[in-house]
């Protein structure tokens, strides 16, 4: 990654492969799927009491996750992490598709076996666990090449077996979120999942305009409250706005309050409820964008959001990129761009409480 500000078609939040040997990035872009629906990808309906606040809270150390990609950036050992800032679960990244309706790690390694698998078990072994991210920017996403609601949840099933997830993140960009067709697959799935999986904790994360979700973030929170998905929290990534007023901490607040107002409107709940359900995970340091940066202050900022509403989480990406660049470093893959102590922004995150 060469620098905190490539091409659009390549955001740092959303790389998803590696060339294996050589760290350099494979992200080719994948044509959005048919857009006729399949019929088993119709909404399914009744599940969800409009009004009420269903599903599991997710609270505590779960909602203070942050993303860790172990396929670049030079990434640091899960467990040093937990030892300097003592935060306890990660948000691992990215499974993908293997090119058919088989999830794997960036889509070619496999769930169990390897080196992911292991950083899972340590995790663990030190008390902490994790949630695990299927989607991203780029790559081939489970919700285009699955082709029906019922494939698709059972590549979500796969993965939640070969873990014994506890949480699942569905990172839906790019061609996977233009889709409508998509967008109904991954919500009726999701609701197949908490059917078959109860107790387990559903987290959708999409990008968003400083207003909020825009017209395709609507729709599939729409989708998910018509479908019946008590899906535990709604997030958005506050951070490629192409331009925004106040600093990043107000507009990210901003946004936050648009997609309260989405997710209220769609499931019919209270202010409080609403908030409980929404999330935010923002990107550290300097983003795609070149004149947009996220300081530890904006940190600061959204950590009193939080509390202040108990949204269901708050996470960033990424904690690869959670230092200081060396001499003459730009940022991107491994380091922030801006002068910070060693986890600076990990330990902010880690004061949440849910």
Request: glycine letters at 12%; charged letters at 15%.
């Amino acid at each position: 990654m060469p620098t905190a500000v490539p091409p659009r078609v390549v955001p740092a939040r959303r790389l998803v492969s590696t060339l294996a040997g050589l760290g350099c990035l494979v992200l080719p872009l994948i044509a959005a799927a048919p857009g006729a629906a399949n019929a088993a990808d119709a909404p399914q309906t009744g599940a969800l009491q409009v009004g009420a606040a269903t599903g599991a809270a997710a609270s505590g150390a779960m909602a203070v996750a942050p993303y860790e990609y172990l396929g670049w950036g030079s990434p640091q050992k899960p467990t040093d992490v937990m030892a300097a800032t003592g935060v306890k679960w990660f948000t691992l990244a990215f499974v993908l598709s293997d090119g058919g309706c088989n999830p794997k790690w960036d889509g070619s390694r496999p769930l169990t076996g390897g080196s992911d698998e292991s950083a899972i078990k340590s995790i663990r072994a030190a008390g902490g666990d994790v949630v695990v991210s299927v989607g991203g920017w780029s790559g081939n996403k489970l919700g285009e090449k699955c082709s029906s609601t019922s494939a698709l949840a059972g590549a979500y099933q796969k993965l939640i077996d070969a873990y014994h997830l506890k949480a699942l993140d569905i990172d839906i960009e790019d061609t996977e979120f233009s889709n409508a067709t998509v967008r109904q697959r991954v919500v009726s799935a999701l609701k197949t999942v908490k059917q078959n999986n109860p107790g387990i904790v559903t987290y959708v994360t999409m990008g968003t305009t400083p207003n909020g979700p825009d017209s395709n973030g609507k729709d599939l929170i729409k989708k998910g409250a018509a479908a019946g998905l008590a899906n535990d929290g709604w997030t958005i990534m506050p951070f490629d706005f192409e331009g925004h007023s106040g600093t990043m901490g107000s507009a990210t607040v901003s946004a936050l309050e648009g997609l309260k107002a989405s997710v209220k409107s769609a499931y019919g709940y209270s202010d409080d409820a609403a908030y409980r359900h929404i999330g935010v995970s923002s990107m550290n340091g300097k983003t795609d964008e070149s004149d947009e940066t996220v300081t530890t202050g904006d940190f600061q900022t959204m950590l009193g959001y939080a509390k202040q509403h108990h949204i269901a989480r708050f996470t960033f990406w990424a904690v690869n990129r959670d230092r200081q660049c060396g001499s003459g470093g730009d940022a991107g893959s491994s380091c922030s761009g801006v002068g910070q102590s060693p986890y600076a922004f990990t330990k902010i995150t880690a004061q949440y409480a849910g």
